[in-house]
């Protein structure tokens, strides 16, 4: 039984799991999406969000601690000069991951991890989202804009009354 057993063992040795995490999150960094298991993926998410965290900060020190775990020039290079730079503002939540389903030769369930700043698609729905209108609502909104108009510009031709013309 695995009873407060906080980390997935994903049915591999210490070392095995140790480098395929490494060599994941190596993927994710240069490739900014991968497609794996959705067991994988969550194991994934706990391994690489710390290291996208370390890269704000851009000292030697931070560079070896990513190198030491990462095993991977190119990615700590890519992790410190690109996602560092995206991911700046953002204080948490780097990865996303989207379920496809099931495998067809086992039935594994499979799931696309993703860096969230990079997916252009959702970016561009976040911004231009639309308020959600139904037939009742857009009835009461002409009707109080209609409303609206008619008083204003009452409003305005009594002030153009009201104001003395200066001669």
């Not at 775990?69 to 410190?80: C, G, H, M, P, W």
């Amino acid at each position: 039984m695995r009873h407060g057993c906080k980390v997935n063992h994903l049915s591999r040795t210490a070392a095995h799991r140790s480098a395929m995490l490494s060599n994941m999150a190596a993927s994710l960094i240069k490739e900014k999406r991968i497609e794996t298991t959705l067991a994988k993926a969550k194991a994934l998410r706990k391994y690489v969000e710390p290291l996208i965290n370390k890269s704000k900060e851009d000292s030697t020190h931070q560079r070896r601690i990513v190198f030491s775990q990462l095993r991977d020039k190119e990615a700590v290079t890519e992790l410190f000069r690109e996602v560092s730079q995206k991911v700046a503002n953002r204080n948490g939540g780097y990865t996303r991951i989207l379920k496809l389903g099931r495998r067809l030769g086992d039935g594994a369930e499979m799931a696309m991890m993703e860096l969230v700043d990079y997916n252009e698609n959702m970016l561009k729905e976040a911004t231009t989202k639309k308020a959600k209108s139904t037939r009742r609502s857009s009835k009461k909104k002409t009707e109080t804009t209609e409303t609206a108009k008619a008083e204003t510009e009452v409003a305005q031709e009594s002030k153009a009354e009201e104001t003395p013309k200066a001669e």
